[in-house]
């Protein structure tokens, strides 16, 4: 048991490490930072709306603002499902959506003993549609604040982002560093993206995904492909079969070798009546055949809320247990705890769990990670958020503990934002479905006239949460999906309707 706390602990503090590390260096050197892409902060913004920047002169104003804001919660990053979907209560945000001005990064100073202003994200500019076209990154030396990087975004009429390019400082200049190009057919289905670096006098090629649909807008391909120098080179690909409900029923992973493509490994996925996943199949190709090597099983409740998840391998005649997950939930469906268990052989042994608490409008304020040390549970990290009488988030802040009970890592995010009206323009336009609040950190309202499926997919295609549709209204938890841009699509009988929203 001891060496499976071992593992967790090493694995949470490789996570905070990779964490720490992309919020200072990013993805390409150590100038980076990881941009932000395709309307991260909200749509449909009036033009005639000025936008208020905060201007900060000095390590002391930034502090000023947090005391004088009572900003003294943490947040943290804690593993989380991607297929977990719970109809969990939803705070009532009316037409608004937030758009963020400026935002402020922190991290717990070990040494000193507090918070350490490290970096912000200032001079956010946004088109007539709400779309982020240009922010600038600056880094605390100490004494002053100083470049880092800088990133240019651009959208096509149907505000996909089709651009995103990026510049670091080299001290007296900017230079430019990586581009990012995204294409899409009519249905604003992402077809190429292309990743390019600067080669000191061009762009030069680096690697491409190219993206099939079928007639349903049912991501069936993905290729992924590297350059060579010359000429574009085959690397992998991902082929996905669906049912007739749309729900991914498979996915085979292919490698180029010997221009030939070679199985590497397949998923199959199974569904109840109410088209909750029920489980997922990993088999792994031997050279001549599929071969049977782990399954996840999952369980839900009258609701469609999952209340438990069985993993296990095989042994290569049966199947054997290695853990479960169970889902707990209050009387207003907010999920409270997670717990995972391990099998010994004989019973199942704690091995982590993650309690949430929640304020009177349903807001998720504090969500903690714990493992069990043997014989009682020991807190590993706290992630806990503030909002706004919106209920829009405020800040969120990370606190990481040691084995000693000391706190090891944190990390802190504060945003400055305005609101804007949203949802009654959206509707306004008649658009077939309407997603709000959009941009949105936890649970979003999803607006239709039309009855069938839903399912949320991420910008690859792959299908993570799925619905039926019986109402004009459906609430989505979505507080399991990581930062990101994903897709609403409501299948009716001659319909598909599809719109994007912003995890945050």
């Known amino acids: 048991m001891g060496s499976i706390i071992q593992k967790i602990v090493d694995m949470k503090k490789f996570y905070i490490l990779v964490i720490a590390l992309l919020l200072v260096n990013g993805a390409r050197g150590q100038h980076s930072i990881p941009a932000r892409s395709n309307n991260d902060f909200g749509q449909r913004r009036p033009t005639t709306l000025n936008l208020q920047h905060r201007t900060f002169n000095s390590t002391e104003n930034i502090q000023g603002v947090m005391e004088n804001n009572d900003w003294n919660t943490f947040n943290t990053h804690t593993e989380k499902d991607l297929r977990q979907s719970i109809n ?10 937030q758009i963020n001005d400026s935002i402020c990064y922190w991290q717990w100073d070990t040494l000193n003993i507090g918070w350490k202003v490290v970096l912000k994200s200032i001079n956010m500019v946004y088109d007539a549609q709400n779309n982020l076209i240009s922010e600038l990154y600056k ?10 990087r800088q990133y240019f975004y651009a959208y096509d009429a149907n505000n996909n982002q089709i651009s995103d390019l990026s510049q670091y400082w080299n001290g007296s200049a900017w230079e430019n560093d990586s581009r990012h190009t995204s294409a899409y057919d009519a249905n604003n289905n992402l077809t190429i993206d292309l990743n390019q670096y600067w080669s000191g006098n061009d762009w030069a090629n680096d690697s491409k995904r190219i993206c099939t649909y079928d007639a349903n807008n049912n991501l069936t391909s993905k290729l992924y492909q590297n350059w060579n120098g010359g000429e574009w080179m085959n690397f992998w690909q991902n082929i996905n079969t669906y049912d007739d409900h749309h729900n991914q029923t498979g996915e085979v992973n292919q490698r180029w070798v010997n221009s030939a493509w070679v199985n590497e490994s397949q998923y ?3 569904y109840d009546v109410n088209w909750n996943r029920t489980s997922d199949l990993f088999r792994e190709w031997n050279g ?3 071969e049977n090597s782990s399954l996840c099983g999952y369980t839900f409740d009258a609701n469609n809320h999952r209340t438990s998840q069985l993993y296990q391998n095989w042994n290569g005649s049966a199947w054997e247990p290695y853990g479960h997950t169970l889902w707990i939930y209050d009387a207003i469906n907010n999920l409270i705890n997670r717990l995972y268990q391990t099998w010994n052989g004989i019973t199942w042994q704690n091995a982590m769990q993650y309690p949430c608490t929640y304020d009177t409008n349903n807001n998720e304020i504090s969500s903690l990670v714990q493992y069990w040390n043997g014989t009682a549970w020991v807190n590993s990290s706290i992630n806990t958020s503030s909002y706004d009488a919106n209920n829009f988030r405020m800040s969120n802040m990370l606190k990481s503990w040691n084995s000693a009970g000391e706190i090891e890592y944190g990390d802190s995010t504060r945003y400055y934002f305005h609101t804007v009206l949203g949802i009654n323009e959206l509707m306004a336009q008649g658009r077939g479905i309407v997603v709000y609040p959009n941009p949105s950190s936890d649970k979003i309202t999803i607006e239709t006239p039309a009855k069938g499926g839903l399912s949320i997919l991420n910008i690859k295609g792959q299908q993570l949460i799925t619905r039926k549709v019986t109402g004009p209204k459906s609430q989505i938890d979505i507080s399991t999906l990581p930062i990101g841009v994903y897709l609403v699509r409501v299948t009716g009988d001659q319909t598909v309707q599809v719109e994007k929203f912003i995890k945050q």
């Open 88 to 97: 969990h209560q939803m705070p009532n945000q009316g037409s608004l959506i």
């Open 139 to 148: 880094k605390w030396n100490s004494s002053a604040w100083e470049n880092v």
């Open 268 to 270: 199959i996925h199974t």
């Open 288 to 290: 001549s055949t599929w």
